[in-house]
């Protein structure tokens, strides 16, 4: 009997620590903690690996390959078996799912569906380029018998399998986890300001509900966490025609340890877009034991299962009767941090770790 081959895992550029940069250092630590020999592949510069590394240490289950081009792949994989995981649906990614023997099963991680949905816009002729050509690329991967697909939520399962007419055999559902360091409990927690509401990202139609929440209450502030200037600049101007500019504060770069302590003094913390292919950020404030208040769209009711805190997105006095209830209800809100930890428990990457395992002893035997 042939030898069912070893696990690969190819590893995307990322050059900042985004939600997918903790998605991939999440699995790695969490499997490399269960014992699960591995390769990791990477490009010159992967801050996932360094940082895994400097965690981590020497570690006798894990050796690492650094290429300079997607072209040394073909060469490495001539005459080998096993699976390889890619941990995420970009552009490189794909180009090396093309270039890697079918011997090799392929698992790819989908996110989200955002690029079979891109709108052309001349303001983003680029960004709309990049995710066509992402979604093509996907669709290419899915003819390919020996490539298999992990869908990160119920929403992206569906999605998926609708757009590219897979099987269901073809695609597993395995939820992101959550790093331990949410779940524990910090004493010494002290933020800067008291009375403030948190947000990763929100879409700015949800500013004018934030006006008449901010009204109401004169003392409280909006922190969002997210960094990226696409986000930060139109909220900001948006903000300033509300009159509520000064209410805002963005915090950049921000570490494990801030945003832990932010997530347990938040009064609440607010997911409110119009898609979602996980949302992370919704699992470390319900390990964190913050309430939350989602929209109804994307992955989200998926990963909350709480129906009261899932709000549609546009009912705007659902949203301020939810808040007012949250602040000022102190039984609701201890009822609504107990449920989300009880939730939050099976969004631990030691559960994620253990589907991975399984789902590549599937694929290997």
């Not at 959550?178 to 927690?189: I, P, V």
């Not at 500019?245 to 347990?264: N, Q, W």
């Not at 998926?302 to 705007?316: N, S, T």
């Not at 301020?320 to 107990?338: A, G, P, Q, T």
């Amino acid at each position: 009997m042939k030898s069912p081959g070893q696990v690969f895992i190819f590893l995307p550029s990322i050059h900042l620590r985004s939600g997918i940069y903790r998605y991939c250092f999440g699995i790695i630590c969490a499997l490399a903690d269960k014992g699960e020999n591995l390769q990791i592949i990477s490009l010159p510069g992967n801050i996932v690996w360094d940082d895994f590394k400097t965690e981590k240490g020497d570690l006798v289950n894990i050796s690492h390959l650094e290429i300079r081009s997607l072209f040394q792949l073909k060469k490495i994989f001539k005459k080998k078996r096993g699976v390889i995981y890619f941990l995420t649906p970009d552009l490189r990614s794909l180009v090396a799912i093309l270039l890697i023997p079918h011997c090799i099963k392929k698992i790819l991680t989908i996110h989200d569906v955002y690029c079979f949905r891109a709108k052309f816009s001349f303001k983003e002729v680029g960004r709309w380029v990049k995710e066509l050509t992402r979604s093509f690329l996907i669709r290419i991967s899915a003819i390919l018998n020996s490539v298999f697909f992990i869908a990160i939520s119920g929403a992206t399962h569906r999605d998926v399998s609708k757009i590219l007419h897979l099987s269901p055999g073809r695609i597993r559902i395995i939820y992101p986890g959550t790093t331990e360091y949410f779940f524990e409990n910090s004493s010494d927690c002290k933020p800067d300001l008291e009375n403030f509401l948190l947000s990763h990202f929100a879409q700015t139609k949800f500013f004018p509900i934030l006006a008449l929440f901010l009204k109401k209450y004169p003392d409280f502030s909006m922190i969002f966490f997210w960094s990226d200037p696409s986000f930060i600049y139109p909220a900001k101007k948006v903000a300033k025609k509300l009159g509520i500019d000064k209410k805002l504060i963005f915090k950049v770069a921000i570490s494990d340890a801030e945003l832990s302590c932010l997530y347990r003094r938040a009064a609440c913390f607010i997911r409110y877009v119009d898609d979602e292919g996980f949302g992370m950020p919704v699992a470390e404030a319900m390990a964190s034991g913050c309430p939350i208040l989602v929209s109804d769209r994307g992955s989200l009711p998926d990963v909350v299962r709480i129906p009261e805190i899932v709000l549609p997105i546009d009912a705007i006095e659902q949203w301020l009767n939810m808040l007012d209830k949250i602040i000022k209800d102190k039984k609701f809100r201890d009822e609504l941090i107990k449920k989300e930890k009880v939730r939050a428990e099976s969004l631990r990457w030691t559960a994620t770790a253990q589907e991975i395992i399984k789902y590549y002893d599937y694929l290997r035997n």
